[in-house]
């Protein structure tokens, strides 16, 4: 998902992944499999087969940890400050991880295009000492949309290749 946000001073893009479902949906989900596994290993423990009791516990804390996982993944954006004479660059999940400021003179785009057509396509911000990759969490339709408003903001692109990158 990508949106824009403008003002007098200064536009705010911000790059994010789809989310499908909230943590506070996935706990429900987890909640529901744990009393659907409860039932089932009562039944088992009534019957007197105990030792499926601790398996049906393990399952659910599998479970649990991979929607916590998945969720975590997903909290991930990068988010792009344009003012009138630089970009400030931000990636993180929860918190600014990595900041990166550039003049915006000093920036370009370089694209690559994916041999497959479901594929995004593979943007980086260009400066004279780094190649930084953007969006690489997005679809195909956001990667697109992502490039179009970088392109809005008067980034240029300098490189556009159908099967490789070349570096600047």
Same mark, same amino acid.
């Given at each position: ?9 200064? %536009?705010?893009?911000?790059?994010? #992944? ?5 943590? *506070?949906?996935? @706990?429900? /989900? ?7 596994? &409860? $039932? /089932?290993?009562?039944? !088992? ?5 105990? #030792?499926?009791?601790? !398996? ?6 599998? +479970? ?17 400050? !344009? &003012?009138? *004479?630089? $970009? ?12 990166? *400021? ?5 920036? &370009? +785009? %370089? ?8 594929? #995004?396509? @593979?943007?980086?911000?260009? &400066?004279?000492?780094? *190649? ?6 997005? %679809?195909?339709?956001? %990667?697109?949309?992502? +490039? ?7 980034? #240029? ?12």
């Amino acid at each position: 998902m990508v949106t824009l946000h403008e003002d007098l001073a200064e %536009s705010l893009l911000i790059a994010q #992944p789809n989310r499908s479902a909230s943590w *506070q949906l996935n @706990k429900l /989900i987890i909640a529901a499999f744990a009393a659907w596994w &409860s $039932l /089932i290993a009562g039944f !088992f423990v009534f019957r007197g087969l105990w #030792p499926i009791a601790p !398996f049906a516990g393990l399952e659910v804390l599998g +479970l649990a940890t991979a929607l916590y996982y998945v969720c975590w993944k997903l909290q991930q954006r990068h988010v792009f400050r !344009f &003012s009138q *004479q630089q $970009l400030i660059l931000q990636k993180g999940a929860y918190y600014p991880r990595f900041t990166w *400021q550039f003049t915006r003179e000093a920036i &370009s +785009l %370089s694209v690559e295009v994916q041999a497959h057509p479901w594929d #995004p396509l @593979k943007i980086f911000l260009c &400066s004279r000492d780094q *190649q930084i990759p953007i969006g690489n969490f997005l %679809s195909k339709d956001d %990667s697109k949309k992502l +490039l179009t408003l970088l392109r809005a903001q008067g980034v #240029p692109v300098r490189n556009y290749s159908e099967s490789t990158r070349i570096d600047i």
